[in-house]
């Protein structure tokens, strides 16, 4: 497990410097075996990202090694991406590095219908108003609720509601109320 003071996205990508010892061996162990390199990213909620001891969100993401180079030093530079979302069913020991044993979230289906096109295409348009080089991300594989929150300049609190809901139209509703909330917050500094 990797905490960090961000929430990961299905679908957004997470660029890494692994640099602290700690994950630098979990890295290693990543390495050393043979299926996918995937880890859990979960949101610190008190704390810091370095040097343990921090509360940790009970829901986060398994980010998916798309990239990895190796420094000179040992450490590294890693570009992942987020897929499925898991909720953490318990914390083992930091031995020397978070461990936990999760069990993946499925998505229910949506209590309300979700215009995704309209979402992607607002959560672009306040991204640039806020001064964001952002391309439109075309066809999405993830559900465009999380593509939306990827995109758009929102809390890392907001991000983390949007994990934590497994009906879509909720997480629509939610996305929704962030985008509003960023839209009031442009008007505000431009007048």
């Known amino acids: 497990m990797f905490p960090l003071g961000l929430a990961l996205l299905?679908?957004?990508?997470?660029?890494?410097?692994?640099?602290?010892?700690?994950?630098?061996?979990?890295?290693?162990?990543?390495?050393?075996?043979?299926?996918?390199?995937?880890?859990?990213v979960v949101l610190i909620e008190r704390g810091r990202e370095s040097g343990g001891g921090e509360t940790r969100s009970e829901v986060g993401t398994f980010a998916r090694v798309l990239d990895l180079r190796v420094l000179e030093d040992g450490r590294y530079t890693l570009i992942t991406v987020g897929t499925d979302r898991f909720e953490v069913v318990g914390w083992l020991p930091d031995?020397?590095?978070?461990?936990a044993r999760v069990r993946r979230l499925v998505d229910v289906p949506p209590s309300i219908p979700v215009d995704g096109e309209a979402l992607i295409a607002r959560a672009v348009d306040l991204a640039r108003r806020a001064g964001h080089e952002i391309e439109h991300p075309g066809e999405?594989?993830?559900?465009?609720?999380?593509?939306?929150?990827?995109?758009?300049?929102?809390?890392?609190v907001d991000r983390q509601r949007l994990l934590r809901l497994?009906?879509?139209?909720?997480?629509?509703?939610?996305?929704?109320?962030?985008?509003?909330?960023?839209?009031?917050?442009?008007?505000?500094?431009q007048e």
Not at 171 to 184: C, F, K, Q, S, T
């Open 95 to 99: 031995d020397p590095y978070p461990v």
């Open 166 to 189: 497994a009906d879509p139209g909720e997480r629509a509703v939610a996305i929704g109320e962030a985008l509003d909330d960023l839209e009031a917050v442009l008007r505000f500094s």
């Open 140 to 156: 999405t594989a993830v559900c465009p609720t999380f593509a939306a929150g990827a995109i758009a300049p929102i809390a890392e």
């Open 10 to 40: 299905p679908g957004a990508v997470l660029p890494l410097h692994v640099f602290e010892p700690r994950y630098r061996r979990m890295i290693g162990d990543l390495l050393a075996r043979d299926d996918d390199m995937e880890f859990g």
